[in-house]
């Protein structure tokens, strides 16, 4: 199972990136996707979730921080989720991972499975 994490980059403060993650192994159609980040010398962080349910319905859940900015979906067909940052601010710079599987309630604290981060800079 693996998960690839691209998108980040270096913005100015109000701008917009989009990060992806192409999950690979198995179908993660039924599972809760999202993203997390961490910041340097901060901890991890929940940032978006998204849940696939029965006909078709998405339950989507941002963290405070950053609900209005962001928007998660996801494409079950290519197995990939996505993170529209708009306004991004300079306390959005942080290392932020996709992951699968998600788990601790909502908002999540942990997954199953991990991708490698994608840094995202955003200079004021």
């Known amino acids: 199972v693996q998960l690839q994490a691209s998108g980040g980059g270096l913005v100015q403060a109000g701008g917009s990136l989009r990060l992806s993650c192409a999950a690979s192994?198995?179908?993660?159609?039924?599972?809760?996707m999202g993203w997390f980040r961490q910041a340097p010398g901060k901890e991890r962080e929940f940032v978006a979730f998204?849940?696939?349910?029965?006909?078709?319905?998405?339950?989507?859940y941002y963290a405070d921080s950053v609900k209005g900015r962001f928007t998660i979906s996801r494409d079950n067909a290519k197995n990939t989720v996505y993170l529209q940052m708009n306004s991004l601010k300079p306390e959005d710079t942080a290392l932020h991972y996709c992951?699968?599987?998600?788990?601790?309630?909502?908002?999540?604290?942990?997954?199953?499975?991990w991708g490698q981060g994608t840094l995202v800079t955003v200079s004021s």
């Open positions: 992951a699968a599987g998600l788990l601790g309630g909502t908002p999540p604290t942990g997954a199953n499975y």
């Open positions: 192994g198995r179908s993660f159609g039924s599972n809760i």
């Open positions: 998204v849940a696939a349910g029965s006909w078709g319905s998405v339950t989507e």
